[in-house]
């Protein structure tokens, strides 16, 4: 059917079809990267960096690039992929082969997940955005559309299989846009270190006391995991930054605490616990300006997920019953019910609710009612947080029945929970 139409016809339909399917600004632009033609009016109006308007540099340049590279190439160029260093994901076809046609067909910008305003505006400040800039960022980026990265991957398959007729798999997309090439040593390479390593006898630390360390965590025993950290020579550690020994500690102490994440989670700690204690002991230890602070939050942060599995683990339940309690823990804010745990769990609503409730001596509804209460009380240590609000956040039907489920768990009312802890 496409192979029907004209060169001139052929493009813009292409543009189209892309548009309406998947809603992302899509423009045929022309080597110089102006735009040719756009199916839709752009809403998304880039702030200017460094005076510049119109396409990102980035894009500009990867199109610059696959044009020189298949000057001479009859064969039609693969989609590319291209983050900027704002975040922006762009999706470029440059037009070769048979289209015989100069320039490019061009998605985006989107995002891969919605930017907050902090975390725009730590992005904003790593790039010395001033202050009386943000507020247009902030516009710009409320204005993306949202597509997360195997939905973009896809996008950018459907374009070439549109314009070249071929199939296109994921993994030659990603090894085309993204060559999966290893980084580039220029003062020394692996192989050099290793022996100068061995030579002076500066190895790192033996597999197996990592091994007993990360073993201690997943079994939640904090002092075998203190003994064992004791073990470990300073120097045995690696070198993860040449330009700064403090970064080679934070980058070592963030390697760390990522695989005690993981160790964590096969202990049976709820997956969003430990990625939540994850995020809160790494951007701890990257606010720290010296070597042994981040020692000391190293300790401290491995001794907290030990401590937290162990806690975990006084209550020994099967897979499915932890499979429901991880699922509640991590959907309170939604609407929650038996038989969609039961979906869940893959089992039968009835029997769900008998196992449940003799491994954990509540009913699925009263476990979930207490859950409710127990983050309720995370809630009400904030300021400014009404109890109304509370309450219908998380699905109690009005304030009257939040005081009266709320009394029944803790022995006291909301109000009062508060004036005891002085929160206004």
């Known amino acids: 059917m496409l192979e029907l139409l004209e060169d001139h016809e052929r493009i813009p339909y292409i543009c189209r079809l892309l548009y309406e399917a998947y809603r992302l600004p899509v423009a045929w632009t022309n080597s110089k990267g102006e735009t040719e033609q756009t199916p839709h009016p752009s809403t998304h109006i880039r702030p200017p960096v460094e005076g510049v308007q119109g396409l990102p540099a980035e894009v500009l340049e990867m199109m610059q690039e ?4 298949r000057k001479d190439s009859r064969t039609a160029a693969f989609p590319l992929i291209c983050t900027t260093a704002y975040l922006e994901n762009f999706i470029v076809l440059p037009l070769s082969g048979e289209l015989e046609q100069a320039g490019a067909i061009v998605i985006g910008p989107s995002l891969y997940a919605p930017l907050t ?3 725009a505006g730590i992005l904003l400040r790593d790039h010395n955005i001033p202050a009386g800039g943000k507020e247009a960022w902030l516009q710009y980026y409320r204005s993306l559309p949202v597509l997360d990265r195997m939905r973009l991957y896809h996008a950018a398959i459907l374009l070439y299989t549109l314009a070249t007729g071929q199939a296109l798999s994921i993994s030659e997309l990603l090894q085309d846009s993204q060559p999966l090439q290893p980084a580039q040593h220029k003062d020394s390479a692996p192989d050099l270190n290793l022996s100068y390593r061995r030579e002076n006898i500066w190895l790192h ?4 006391q990592e091994r007993e360390l990360f073993r201690h965590i997943r079994s939640g025993d904090k002092d075998g995991l203190l003994q064992t950290h004791a073990g470990f020579s300073e120097d045995q ?3 993860l930054s040449k330009k700064s020994q403090l970064r080679s500690k934070k980058n070592l102490a963030i390697s760390s605490i990522t695989l005690a994440t993981r160790a964590a989670i096969d202990g049976g700690l709820f997956w969003e616990i430990a990625y939540t204690l994850s995020d809160f002991h790494i951007q701890h230890i990257e606010e720290l300006k010296d070597i042994p602070a981040v020692d000391r ?4 942060a491995l001794c907290d997920f030990a401590d937290h599995v162990k806690d975990n683990r006084r209550f020994k339940l099967s897979r499915t019953s932890a499979l429901c309690q991880n699922y509640i823990f991590n959907h309170l804010y939604e609407e929650l019910t ?11 609503a009835s029997y769900l609710s008998q196992l449940f409730k003799k491994e954990t001596g509540l009913a699925v509804s009263d476990y979930i009612q207490r859950e409710r209460i127990e983050e309720a009380k995370r809630l009400m240590e904030l300021p ?7 309450a219908t956040r998380l699905h109690f039907n009005d304030q009257s029945y939040f005081t009266k489920v709320f009394k029944k768990y803790t022995g006291t009312t909301p109000k009062q929970f508060r004036h005891d802890r002085g929160i206004i």
């Open 66 to 69: 696959a044009a020189d590279s």
């Open 237 to 239: 550690y690696g070198l």
């Open 297 to 300: 939050a190293l300790l401290a």
């Open 384 to 390: 400014g947080i009404t109890l109304s609000d509370i």
């Open 338 to 348: 038996l038989s969609r745990l039961a979906g869940v769990a893959g089992l039968n």
């Open 117 to 119: 305003e902090e975390n």
């Open 205 to 208: 630390h033996d597999p197996s």
